[in-house]
């Protein structure tokens, strides 16, 4: 009788053989959790197309804050909701603004038991929604927009946040930012340099999440979808301009940019697995057409499988309890 001599099955016999040549692990440590903080809200607020997601108050971020500890999720990316917004985002700046306050709160609850990490752009802080300051016919002004990065990097580093993600892609950012903290003494304040972010239609969550006021669209500084060996460039010149960590931004419809980035830096790769991917997959499991954990986990192995050593998602806390008892 003939059979196969060579019988990889073997291998999956059993969940105890499986997780004994697992290939790809997701550490809760290596999770990043997106946390939104919003002026004036005593309490927390639900965020309609983010299910499970809220816009925080201070004292329940605080309280969040010490959830994610717990879990051992690797670090926080804080976002601030202003009450107010001006043409030139100064509320970004502001050492009483939202998002400093809130770098100052959690740092204070929970100090260095996980990474606190602020969000480096002004479409939160400006009326017009735009990543950057804008000229007289309604352009972003890139030059005056690392101006006003300089600052606001300045202002989170000494409201005590121990990693500054500039996120707007304006050309130079990473340098600036990187000598306006050395500058003003902040020379161990790491930069998580959004090298690779796509003008993508995976944002919309986020933006109510943010209650963003942006008109248009940011094409003319986001990349195109359509390019690859563009992002090698971008994260070469971050990494050349002082990045600490370079990350791509969405995760999922961009793993192969995720593969090539990992396979052409010496520095930890990020990956973020923006609102709509979440917001995706959420709504497939309310309706009961997939089975809403292991789609959340296999999606976060595919993401480190194709190379991110850090994983921005929503599902961060969740997914870190849950693997916990996998593993």
């Not at 669209?217 to 390019?227: G, L, V």
């Not at 370079?246 to 990992?262: F, G």
């Not at 709509?276 to 309310?286: D, T």
């Amino acid at each position: 009788m003939s059979y196969p001599e060579i019988r990889p099955r073997r291998l999956r016999r059993t969940p105890a053989i499986r997780r004994l040549v697992s290939e790809t692990r997701v550490d809760p440590a290596e999770l990043i959790v997106p946390m939104f903080v919003k002026e004036g809200l005593s309490e927390p607020r639900a965020i309609g197309s983010l299910p499970g997601v809220l816009q925080h108050s201070r004292d329940s971020l605080r309280k969040a804050a010490v959830e994610a500890v717990q879990a051992g999720v690797g670090g926080i990316m804080l976002f601030g909701v202003p009450e107010q917004r001006d043409p030139t985002g100064s509320g970004g700046i502001d050492p009483n603004g939202i998002l400093n306050v809130a770098i100052r709160d959690v740092v204070a609850e929970v100090g260095d038991a996980t990474v606190v990490m602020s969000d480096l752009c002004l479409d939160e802080f400006t009326s017009h929604g735009h990543c950057g300051l804008l000229t007289p016919d309604g352009e972003v002004d890139n030059d005056s927009t690392l101006a006003a990065y300089a600052e606001m990097a300045v202002a989170q580093a000494a409201a005590g946040v121990g990693m500054v993600g500039p996120s707007g892609m304006m050309d130079g950012q990473v340098g600036v930012v990187r000598r306006a903290l050395d500058a003003a003494g902040h020379q161990d304040v790491a930069v998580l340099a959004y090298a690779a972010k796509y003008a993508s239609a995976f944002y919309g969550p986020f933006r109510e999440a943010v209650e963003s006021a942006l008109e248009g669209d940011r094409r003319t500084y986001q990349q195109d979808p359509a390019n690859l060996r563009e992002s090698l460039r971008e994260v070469a010149l971050d990494v050349a301009e002082g990045a600490d960590l370079v990350m791509v931004k969405p995760a999922l419809p961009y793993l192969d940019v995720v593969s090539a980035v990992r396979a052409a830096v010496d520095v930890p790769v990020a990956a973020y697995q923006v609102s709509g991917e979440y917001a995706m997959v959420e709504a497939a499991a309310a309706n009961g057409w997939i089975d809403r954990e292991r789609v959340m986990l296999e999606t976060l192995t595919s993401i480190k499988r194709a190379g991110a050593q850090v994983i921005l998602t929503y599902w961060a806390v969740e997914a870190a309890n849950l693997l916990r008892d996998r593993y």
